[in-house]
Structure formats: structure tokens, C-alpha cells
């Protein structure tokens, strides 16, 4: 596996759809990679076609989003096209199903702009044939899943209509426009100071690094930037962060954790813990602003300007799709035969793909009196299945933090 495949890099979170894959050049078909970026420089050229399944054509390095929100880095830095990678085949469209006993990928193109650039969310998808573009097959030898996951909204009223999410660099591009208009907005002077506090409240929901980070950029863009051109305007601004947890980046060190908190508390920006946000609603006394219901405050609604969300990950819905499906694996040799049906076996607390150490996709055997919730019983590894990224969970410990200070 090492001298064909090499070791394939974290995917990029957040990837809505993204396979990878690739056909073998000689005597048998390709390696299809659906995700970004990851594993594609290390296949071999002379050994495989490789073929790149995305919905967008860019890779995007979502650790710097916050920066290119509030202006710190242009959004050209963030930015890397796919077809620079040097592939044999990239096609743009979401990966609706993939026929692992067949080795074929469900691919619905979409070259549309606007939904390439821009999160998308857990929404069951109209079955119109006007809104969905045209479908098609592609093969593969061997696979790679990595498509990252979805921003988690907890079925919170308003949240899908009224919050920005920060997974794209469409997201960053509104947040960043956004934030303009909020200031533009309360300079005018018939602008009263009620809502000029209103408009200049940020709320930010998410005490992850995301949404620590988000907080800190914006704090330096109003500090540094904004505050020359908008003096005036610098009483009405607050920042609150808001979370359900009772401590801030809880899967880093308490000491780290401490550090943000005392940073954040010395430059004004309040942070708001064990708080439940139950509702995002237009303020209809305040054009462009938004009521928010917090459990903590009972009745008492606050009003924002923005809230920005980044409370956490969920399923990617094709994964949540496979993990649901019943196979037979194809066998490994022409005189193999695998009569035991299997199904994906998924993380109960992420819902991601369980791999082995070497990255494949682990399955469960299904039998007539077993269940989806059992794994006593436990098949091979697909051996032409990778999963990677977001979408993917290798049993053990959690080192994912880690990579914040490589």
C-alpha cells in the first residue's frame, strides 16, 4: 500500500462532497479521489489514473478563514486550484452514492458558483430535476472518501436562516461584507444609539478554536482598522462568544484554555459559558439585526448584528447515506467468493467512518438476526476503501488538536 498510495494528508474539513479515485493504467480501471487535496501527489502517475471527484474547483485551507473574514489575508492566500494538482480527470459535482460491490460513483454534476462557494447544511434536497444537475457514473479501482463533514446546528430554530457560517470561503466573503455594512449602517445619522448597539453587537456561538480565533480577528480588525475610520461608533461595540460548555476550548489544555480566557477578558471581549442559544429570530424593531433567545435569560431576548455559528461537525449526509447500505464486497481474487453481506461500520459519538490503521474503511458482517447497532462481529477492511479527514475515525485516542501547533 505504501509504494502505491504514499501516505495521504489530512483532507481539508468541511469538504461537502469530495472523492478521490483512481483507475490503474494498465490491465484494470482508476484511483478516484472524492474530497481534496490529500493523497493526490502521492500516487504514482505511471500507475494510475488519477481522478478527482469535487464540487468546487479550489481547495480551501479553512484554518485561515478567520483571517480572510476580517481582511488579515487576502482571499486569493486561502485559495488553491484543483487542476493545478496535475490530474488525469477532475470532475465537478457531488458524489450522491457510491456502489461498493460494483466499484461505481453516483456523481450529480454542478458547476453552479453559488453552491460550490457557499456551506452547505443538513437539508433534505428537492427531487426536482430543475434543481439538480445531470448524473453520471465513474469507476474506480480504488477509492478515497474525504468528505469532510457538515456545521452542526442542533435543529435550532433560525439557526440555517439567520446564522453565518464560517466552512468556505463564500461564508468568510459574507462575514467580511457584513461586518462593512454593520458599521456603514450605524454611521448613518438617522441611525439612533439603540440601534446602533444593536447593530454593533457580534455574537459568536462556539467556544471551539473556530470560533475563539473568528473572535480575536474581529477584535483586532474593530481595534486596529476600524476604529480610525469609525471612532465615533467604538462605544457601541461588543463582542460576546457563547457557548454551551462551562470552558472554552475544552479539548486543549486547561492552561491554553485559561490563557484565551484572560487575553480576551483584558481586551473586552465577554464570554458567555453553560449558555443554550434556543432561537434566532429577525428584530423587527431593527432593520438587518437579529433577536436571540438565550435559555439562561428566560423571556429576555438579546439583539445582534450578526452571529457568527461554529458549534461543532455532524455527518456528512453521504456518509450517513452509505453507512445505511447493505453489501456484498467484491472479491479480492477472481476465485474468491464473499457471501457474507456487510454494511459500514460508523463512530457511535461522530458518526464518521471507522478505518483501520492503514486507513480503510472497516465494515461489520450482517446477518439475518444481526443488527446495524451490533459489532461483536467484525469483517476485513474494504482493501481498495480509504476514508481521511473529517469524515473518517481511527480508534483510539483523539490527536487532532495537535496539529494547531505543527
Same mark, same amino acid.
Given at each position: 500500500? *505504501? ?22 493504467? $494498465? %490491465? ?48 486569493? %492566500? ?24 460494483? &466499484? ?70 459574507? =462575514? ?8 456603514? $449602517?450605524?454611521? /448613518? ?14 455574537? =459568536? ?15 483586532? #480588525?474593530?481595534?486596529? !482598522? ?22 472554552? #476550548? ?31 429570530? +429577525? ?8 433577536? /436571540?433567545?438565550? $435559555? ?28 445505511? &447500505? ?8 477472481? !476465485? *474468491? $467468493? ?30 439475518? &438476526? ?6 461483536? #462481529?467484525?469483517?476485513? +477492511? ?19 488538536? /495537535?496539529?494547531?501547533?505543527?
Amino acid at each position: 500500500m *505504501e509504494n502505491e498510495l504514499g501516505r495521504p494528508e489530512l483532507a481539508e474539513r468541511g469538504c461537502p462532497s469530495l472523492v478521490r479515485a483512481w483507475r490503474r493504467r $494498465k %490491465a484494470a480501471t482508476p484511483a478516484i479521489f472524492h474530497g481534496q487535496h490529500g493523497g493526490v501527489g502521492s500516487l504514482n502517475p505511471n500507475k494510475f489514473d488519477r481522478i478527482m471527484i469535487s464540487p468546487r474547483s479550489y481547495f480551501v485551507f479553512t484554518p485561515l478563514l478567520a483571517g480572510t473574514a476580517v481582511g488579515t489575508l487576502e482571499m486569493r %492566500a486561502v485559495l488553491e486550484p484543483v487542476r493545478r494538482l496535475g490530474l488525469d480527470s477532475f470532475y465537478q459535482g457531488w458524489a450522491d452514492d457510491i456502489d461498493f460491490a460494483r &466499484k461505481i460513483i453516483r456523481v450529480e454534476a454542478n458547476t453552479s458558483d453559488d453552491l460550490a462557494s457557499r456551506t452547505r447544511l443538513m437539508v433534505k434536497r428537492s427531487s426536482e430535476a430543475s434543481e439538480k444537475g445531470p448524473v453520471f457514473e465513474v469507476t474506480y479501482d480504488k477509492l478515497v472518501i474525504a468528505v469532510g463533514s457538515y456545521s452542526q446546528t442542533f435543529g435550532i430554530e433560525g439557526v440555517k436562516e439567520h446564522a453565518n457560517f464560517l466552512r468556505d470561503i463564500g461564508d468568510a466573503r459574507k =462575514i467580511r461584507m457584513k461586518v462593512l455594512q454593520l458599521f456603514e $449602517k450605524a454611521a /448613518l445619522p438617522l441611525t439612533t444609539d439603540e440601534q446602533r448597539r444593536k447593530l454593533l453587537y457580534f455574537a =459568536i456561538v462556539g467556544g471551539g478554536p473556530t470560533g475563539i480565533e473568528f473572535a480575536a480577528e474581529l477584535h483586532d #480588525l474593530i481595534k486596529e !482598522d476600524l476604529s480610525r475610520i469609525y471612532p465615533e461608533l467604538m462605544r457601541f461595540v461588543r463582542i460576546t462568544v457563547f457557548d454551551v460548555a462551562q470552558k472554552v #476550548l475544552p479539548m486543549f489544555d486547561q492552561t491554553l484554555a485559561q490563557y484565551a480566557m484572560d487575553t480576551f477578558r483584558r481586551e473586552g471581549i465577554s464570554v458567555k459559558t453553560g449558555h443554550h442559544l434556543t432561537r434566532i429570530r +429577525p428584530d423587527s424593531e431593527c432593520e438587518g439585526c437579529f433577536k /436571540l433567545k438565550i $435559555k439562561e435569560y428566560g423571556v429576555e431576548e438579546i439583539s445582534a448584528g450578526i452571529v457568527v455559528w461554529s458549534t461543532g461537525l455532524m455527518q456528512n449526509p453521504l456518509v450517513e447515506k452509505l453507512s445505511c &447500505k447493505r453489501f456484498t464486497p467484491p472479491p479480492i481474487t477472481p !476465485d *474468491e $467468493k464473499s457471501p457474507v453481506e456487510v454494511q459500514l461500520e460508523t463512530d457511535d459519538r461522530t458518526g464518521g467512518l471507522i478505518t483501520d490503521s492503514y486507513l480503510r474503511v472497516n465494515v461489520t458482517p450482517r446477518t439475518a &438476526k444481526s443488527e446495524p447497532s451490533v459489532h461483536n #462481529l467484525h469483517a476485513d +477492511p474494504l482493501v481498495d476503501v480509504y476514508a481521511i479527514g473529517d469524515c473518517a475515525v481511527i480508534p483510539g485516542e483523539y490527536l487532532w488538536p /495537535l496539529i494547531f501547533f505543527a
